[in-house]
């Protein structure tokens, strides 16, 4: 079983400012890497795939990076509808796994 | 439009059972793998189950193995989990997804979700 570990638990960034979110799994997963946004009280959306191809209609202010065991999601300049919680998921193995979640917070 | 549409969430004793359903349409139900993804109130996301676009495979995350059953109706596009012994660690939002394509099996669109909650 994989182990999907996310850092930090809580990122504070001021709006216009940069945010890099960690996702590290226990074994490698290849690129099987996909990423979420959550709002309170709204179901998760999907922002990125493959460790690093953008879903369709996400902003290209977001961006995802690594292979392997080690993942980053990076938002380039923060918007106000940005401030959420991020989950990383691993789909190469059974069973799928998310991480604990980073939320983003407005500084 | 893809549209997911939970039901059958509510309260339910220990030891109860329930089954949930999920309607969906605005895409070619019989062509995708679908999933079942909780989230107990103020946690994170945790991956339940899920079910191959022809029904023949599933998958079980263990604290659900044994207990729950996935199946779905592609005559009538829908996605079901049938859960049994429920326990109070069961008490979440309960989330239909779709999977982005067979291979893949992770959620490229959910449903807005189902409340269960396991309570005497």
């Known amino acids: 079983e994989i182990v999907v570990t996310q850092s930090p638990a809580t990122l504070s960034v001021s709006p216009g400012e940069g945010a890099t979110l960690s996702c590290r799994a226990s074994?490698?997963?290849?690129?099987?890497l996909a990423w979420y946004q959550q709002k309170p009280g709204q179901a998760p959306r999907l922002l990125i795939y493959?460790?690093?191809t953008r879903a369709t209609g996400i902003p290209a202010r977001f961006s995802g990076s690594g292979s392997g065991t080690e993942f980053t999601l990076t938002i380039s300049s923060l918007q106000s509808e940005d401030f959420a919680v991020y989950y990383c998921q691993q789909y190469n193995v059974w069973p799928r796994a998310f991480g604990q979640g980073t939320q983003v917070e407005i500084k | 439009e893809e549209q997911l549409l939970e039901s059958g969430g509510g309260l339910v004793q220990p030891g109860g059972s329930l089954r949930l359903s999920c309607a969906a349409s605005?895409?070619?139900?019989?062509?995708?793998?679908m999933s079942w993804v909780r989230q107990a109130p103020g946690k994170g996301l945790e991956w339940v189950s899920a079910i191959t676009a022809s029904g023949s495979g599933t998958y079980y995350a263990d604290s659900v193995k044994g207990r729950s059953t996935v199946s779905r109706d592609n005559s009538r596009g829908t996605v079901y989990l049938q859960m049994s012994a429920l326990r109070a660690e069961d008490t979440a939002v309960y989330y239909c997804?779709?999977?982005?394509?067979?291979?893949?099996?992770?959620?490229?669109?959910w449903g807005q979700g189902t409340l269960v909650t396991v309570s005497s």
């Open positions: 997804a779709k999977i982005y394509g067979s291979g893949t099996y992770f959620p490229d669109y």
């Open positions: 493959g460790a690093s």
């Open positions: 605005g895409f070619t139900f019989s062509s995708y793998p």
């Open positions: 074994h490698s997963i290849n690129n099987n």
